[in-house]
């Protein structure tokens, strides 16, 4: 069910049956010279629209502008500042909660969102109760990066092995080759340069990593591959979706296990 594609009395239907909400969050930067700008967004709002379609929940519109300071070297790329983010996050979940909604399940594209992300659940927290908001304990967030799930990078390393690297990598840039075949380029691409991924400055981001990867090989991905990964996000990420609200609500754990930890 997707929130923009509904109607207000839709969603007061909903909240009586669930204070739950799916919420994809991306980023809009350079993936390499071959991969779409859009990536970590266009990744999330899948497999959000995924889980929302095996679980029945509400799945709110991407949040497609993350935190990406060091990728603002690169022309294209769009960032929010922490703080930023922060505010907009605030903004969103207490207007949320003012209608009654209490779980907020992120599903992220982005590994530069994680902190800023996890800053603005405490602030939420902070927000809602010491404003003595309704049912403010109650209130729950959570954020899972498709890409991490146990089953997903499981599949990563069989595929690409070291050559996946941690910046515009194969197995996103083959989630958005199936996702939009005609769309990512396909290019030889020059030799991998240095291991070091400390991340500072966009201009320090761009003199190591001149073309925008970060020890990645991206013309290992194919559309094949990309449903694999697909399909195994979106299973990883049903079970923890129903796991949480199941655990927010007070009944028992979903019958159905969590991945097993990664493999390494
Ligand atoms: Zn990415």
């Not at 209490?102 to 602030?123: D, E, P, S």
């Not at 591959?225 to 990883?236: L, T």
């Amino acid at each position: 069910m997707l929130l923009q594609l509904s109607t207000w009395p839709d969603i007061e239907q909903y909240l009586k049956t669930s204070q739950a909400i799916v919420i994809p969050i991306g980023s809009t930067e350079q993936h390499g010279p071959t991969g779409l700008i859009g990536t970590d967004a266009l990744c999330a709002e899948a497999v959000a629209r995924g889980v929302g379609a095996a679980t029945g929940a509400l799945v709110a519109p991407v949040l497609a502008v993350g935190m990406a300071q060091h990728h603002m070297e690169f022309p294209g790329s769009l960032s929010l500042r922490p703080t930023t983010l922060i505010a907009v996050i605030e903004d969103l979940l207490v207007g949320l909660h003012r209608t009654g909604f209490r779980q907020f399940f992120f599903v992220n594209g982005h590994g530069g969102n994680v902190a800023t992300l996890k800053a603005a659940f405490a602030q939420v927290y902070w927000t809602l109760t010491t404003q003595g908001r309704p049912a403010a304990d109650q209130v729950r967030c959570q954020v899972q990066n498709w890409w991490a799930q146990p089953r997903v990078y499981q599949l990563t390393r069989e595929l690409y092995g070291d050559r996946e690297g941690v910046h515009a990598t194969p197995t996103e840039i083959a989630l958005t080759r199936y996702l939009y075949p005609d769309r990512v380029k396909m290019a030889t691409l020059a030799p991998l340069g240095t291991t070091d991924y400390a991340i500072y400055t966009a201009a320090d981001f761009r003199r190591r990593f001149p073309d925008g990867r970060m020890g990645s090989d991206p013309t290992l991905a194919t559309g094949e591959q990309g449903q694999q990964f697909y399909e195994r996000a979106v299973e990883s990420l049903t079970a923890r979706y129903r796991a949480f609200i199941q655990d927010a609500t007070g009944r028992p754990p979903d019958s159905e296990p969590l991945a097993p930890p990664s493999p390494g």
